[in-house]
């Protein structure tokens, strides 16, 4: 065997910014972007942490590059397979969906490091991002309204969002399944999404003036509590520091330690507080059900409705578990895994062919667009939210039943 040459002493290899870039996004991705350091990245690719800078001026930017390379090669897969449907929205949606499904699985871990650590790009690499993926998503919303011609704008962005979320869900779980088999079914759940007829979507009944109660006013607990978690949320939990908490609730940071022994336990109580929003829910709607379908929809607007009236929670919960004590983190992560599992019994209870694998699948989409939707500034106010993010969700998981 010939052994491979290295480059002469003294000359850097031509892919060294590449390398750099797939050392970054591995290191992200295992241990969230504050806990790697710029030496961390250099060590993983060969070289000292002054190399580095040959290339990269700094972390953040590393991140910019590695997530604006993603964008592209997703943007020219599914531009390449809109041209070849020369205009025809029923030949395009097939092999655009497909080629979707295919870049996603392909760039897992990118789809990740963009949906949980996106956060901390520079402010100009996020706006460029959403510039590139804005005009290929206005070519999408085009070609979905040529496939839907009944629905309005508004609720074609709608649906072609949730498409995006359900790609998107392959980021947030560790599902084993074998390629072409995940590619053809998320390309079927995303295709679900387009056809389903859940908007319009009728007006949800006012809520009955009876049933509203005066509230009684917030602890200093309760304020502190509400404020950390708008700030993990909007910040990240490293970039949040106690005397952010204090500001935005009128007390010096010290004054919270009277509350809170520590940052990490104001993290620790919402995330309990999350879990134990979902586990009731879930208790409810298995026990009015009359069998596992009625289950599905109960808990599926269970989770709907508990997504949008706790949004800086849900999003806190999925995704800050790691900077949790190991313990605390251990056990809300099985709290987890045993929630999503449930909504995976269901569905197979409902499709006894079908694989844990597909199920587990099927529910992560299902809940990713639940989570997705309600944080778009253009979706928040829509009155019947709820209870369409809930429908599209369904549609997912009628279609994951439905026999290949």
């Known amino acids: 065997m010939t052994a491979e040459l290295s480059p002469p002493r003294g000359r850097r290899p031509r892919n060294r910014k590449a390398q750099l870039a797939e050392a970054a996004a591995e290191l992200f991705g295992k241990r969230g972007y504050h806990a790697v350091g710029v030496n961390d990245i250099a060590a993983a690719a060969g070289i000292t942490g002054p190399a580095l800078y040959r290339h990269f001026p700094n972390k953040q930017a590393l991140l910019g590059h590695v997530l604006l390379t993603g964008v592209d090669v997703l943007i020219d897969r599914l531009d390449t397979a809109i041209a070849a449907a020369h205009g025809d929205p029923e030949r395009c949606v097939g092999p655009l969906l497909h080629a979707a499904a295919e870049v996603s699985i392909e760039q897992r871990e990118l789809t990740a490091l963009w949906r949980w650590q996106g956060r901390h790009l520079h402010a100009g690499d996020q706006q460029e991002i959403r510039r590139r993926m804005g005009g290929s998503l206005a070519r999408y919303v085009t070609g979905l309204r040529g496939l839907r011609p009944e629905l309005d704008r508004a609720d074609t ?20 399944y074998a390629r072409e088999p995940f590619e053809r079914l998320l390309a079927r759940l995303a295709e679900a999404v387009v056809r389903s007829d859940v908007v319009p979507a009728a007006e949800e009944p006012a809520a009955a003036a009876w049933r509203s109660r005066a509230q009684p006013a917030a602890s200093r607990r309760e304020e502190l509590l509400s404020a950390a978690t708008r700030l993990f949320r909007e910040r990240g939990y490293h970039a949040v520091s106690m005397e952010d908490i204090g500001a935005v609730t009128g007390i010096a940071g010290p004054s919270i330690y009277k509350h809170f022994a520590a940052k990490s336990d104001i993290l620790l109580a919402s995330c309990r507080r999350m879990a134990d929003r979902l586990h009731l829910g879930l208790e409810h709607a298995l026990a009015e059900a009359t069998d596992p379908v009625d289950a599905l929809h109960r808990l599926t607007r269970s989770y709907a409705d508990t997504v949008q009236r706790s949004d800086d929670l849900i999003s806190v919960y999925t995704s800050e578990l790691v900077n949790l004590p190991e313990r605390d983190a251990k056990e809300l992560r099985r709290l987890q895994r045993s929630y999503v599992a449930e909504w995976v019994r269901l569905l197979r209870e409902t499709a006894p062919g079908s694989t844990e694998a597909e199920a587990r ?4 989409a299902a809940l990713t667009v639940i989570n997705d939707l309600p944080r778009s500034r253009r979706f928040a106010a829509r009155p019947t939210l709820t209870a369409e993010t809930a429908e599209i969700a369904m549609a997912i998981l009628r279609e994951a039943a439905r026999p290949s």
Not at 160 to 170: I, P
């Open 361 to 364: 699948v099927a529910v992560h």
């Open 157 to 176: 962005e709608l649906l072609t969002f949730a498409v995006m979320s359900v790609y998107g869900s392959v980021g947030d779980h560790h599902v084993n």
